[in-house]
Nanobody
Framework: QLQLVESGGGLVQPGGSLRLSCAASGFTLDYYAIGWFRQTPGKEREGVSCISSSGGSTNYADSVKGRFTASRDNARNTVYLQMNSLKPEDTAVYYC????????????????WGQGTQVTVSS
């Protein structure tokens, strides 16, 4: 069974940090670009970051540039999202998604999705 599993979410104070992980089972991530997305109730899912299959290229939403960093360890079949200087507006369910195309522009283009992990930034 092909599966992505996110972990690492939780409650953190403003200014704090979290590292999300996205682990694959049933397939290797080597050839897949990985996108990170987030969603809050009543809003559309928004793209946060994407990292190419090699890890050589990353892109970020303007709202997280300079604070979030995507990386990958293909040997561990895992991709990470390091989130620093967290703000209350970063509160959301975070998802990772995989696609064989290199960082496709549309959320709908990603083939495999994880179940999401909650990130709450609050004092």
């Amino acid at each position: 069974q092909l599966q992505l599993v996110e972990s690492g979410g939780g409650l953190v104070q403003p200014g704090g940090s979290l590292r999300l992980s996205c682990a694959a089972s049933g397939f290797t991530l080597d050839y897949y670009a990985i996108g990170w997305f987030r969603q809050t109730p009543g809003k559309e899912r928004e793209g946060v970051s994407c990292i190419s299959s090699s890890g050589g290229s990353t892109n970020y939403a303007d709202s997280v540039k300079g604070r979030f960093t995507a990386s990958r360890d293909n040997a561990r079949n895992t991709v990470y999202l390091q989130m620093n200087s967290l703000k209350p507006e970063d509160t959301a369910v975070y998802y990772c998604a995989a696609d064989l195309n290199e960082c496709p522009p549309s959320t709908a283009d990603f083939e495999f999705w994880g179940q999401g992990t909650q990130v709450t930034v609050s004092s």
